[in-house]
Nanobody, 121 residues
Framework: QVQLVESGGGLVQAGGSLRLSCVAS????????MGWYRQAAGKQRELVAR???????HVADSVKGRFTISKNTAKNTVYLQMNSLKPEDTAVYYC???????????????WGKGTLVTVSS
């Protein structure tokens, strides 16, 4: 059993910053990648940023230059530093990870329950 728990969401004014954290716990053999998705009201869930086990990152064009993804491998934790926040960044942010639970097992997709980020204008 694997759990992803997000923290760090909240209400912030436009131009402000927030840092999201996501900790993976449970039966973890290897984490292939971790990342963040977001879903605004009435819209589809979209990828925000992802980081691989080797540290390669992908950041969506809509947040490039404002958001930074990083990780602490020893703590099975991924972070999303969000700067220069805009009202259109308002959404529920979900942690996602591809995790293998044992040697020789393929990675499986896991999701956190989400944390709400609200950016006021």
């Amino acid at each position: 059993q694997v759990q992803l728990v997000e923290s760090g969401g909240g209400l912030v004014q436009a131009g402000g910053s927030l840092r999201l954290s996501c900790v993976a716990s449970g039966s973890i053999f290897a984490i292939n990648y971790m990342g963040w998705y977001r879903q605004a009201a009435g819209k589809q869930r979209e990828l925000v940023a992802r980081i691989s086990s080797g540290g390669n990152t992908h950041v969506a064009d809509s947040v490039k230059g404002r958001f930074t993804i990083s990780k602490n491998t020893a703590k099975n934790t991924v972070y999303l530093q969000m700067n220069s926040l805009k009202p259109e960044d308002t959404a529920v942010y979900y942690c996602n990870a591809d995790i293998a639970t044992d040697f020789g097992y393929d990675g499986e997709d896991y999701w956190g329950k989400g944390t709400l980020v609200t950016v006021s204008s």
